[in-house]
């Protein structure tokens, strides 16, 4: 079946030690996305990419960066994890077929990756 | 700040009963919508989604929502709740998913 995958489910690291949390499709969708979401809360838009074009929303903190080195895959890095930014990071992907930003399909969301800092 | 709010934090329902889920949303033109739904420790699940035509949109697990622009809604119903739609469930608008803070559902025996 067509998917998004993330790995790994659960990632423990140490303050201020960088971290990488992948992301894989094989839905072939050209748009993905990095959402972090903190307990009982909604997931928060951190950035995404339209094919290779990176677009970083405004209040997302330089601390976290990410690559996509081809359509399928794409990586969160946080270059200094603080305690503040244990959570959990959730990839989506979806097809958008129009120009106008509009013509979005669906999202489709991966199980997440729990990270934990100590 | 177009958005999507969900006035309700928690809701108990018991089994068998039916279930509502209130979204409004704030957008100027017709937004996209979308209810999704979380299990603990888990992704998001699409439950269902309106772009356009038919206001009544069905979904899966039994899901259905109507979309009422006069009232700027987009609630979420379902007729019977079983024990397992105990979850967090999330109202989102517009193609960059703008999520409403969620409606955790407690399902009573």
């Known amino acids: 079946d067509a998917m998004v995958i993330q790995n790994p489910r659960y990632q423990v690291t140490q303050f201020g030690k960088p971290v990488t949390l992948s992301c894989s499709q094989t839905?072939?969708?050209?748009?993905m996305y990095w959402y972090q979401q903190k307990s009982s809360q909604a997931p928060k838009l951190l950035f995404h990419?339209?094919?290779?074009?990176?677009?970083n929303e405004a209040d997302t903190p330089d601390n976290f960066q990410s690559r996509r080195p081809n359509t399928s895959f794409c990586f969160l890095d946080i270059r200094s994890p603080g305690l503040g930014d244990a959570a959990m990071y959730l990839c989506?992907?979806?097809?958008?077929?129009?120009?106008?930003?509009?013509?979005?399909?669906?999202?489709?969301f991966g199980p997440g990756t729990r990270l934990l800092v100590l | 700040a177009q958005s999507v709010t969900q006035p309700d934090i928690h809701i108990t329902v018991s089994e068998g009963a039916s279930l509502e889920l209130r979204c409004n949303y704030s957008?100027?033109?017709?937004?996209?919508l979308f209810w999704y739904v979380q299990s603990p420790g888990q992704g998001l699940q699409l439950l269902l989604k309106?772009?356009?035509?038919?206001?009544l949109v069905q979904g899966i697990k039994g899901f259905e929502a109507e979309f009422k622009r006069s009232q700027s809604s987009f609630n979420l119903r379902k007729p019977s709740v079983h024990w397992s739609d105990a979850a967090e469930y999330f109202c989102a608008g517009d193609y960059k998913l703008s999520f409403g803070a969620g409606t955790t559902v407690t399902v009573r025996a």
């Open positions: 309106y772009f356009s035509g038919d206001t």
């Open positions: 839905l072939n969708h050209n748009v």
């Open positions: 989506a992907t979806s097809r958008e077929v129009g120009t106008s930003g509009r013509d979005q399909e669906t999202q489709y």
């Open positions: 957008y100027g033109a017709t937004p996209y």
């Open positions: 990419y339209y094919d290779k074009d990176f677009n």
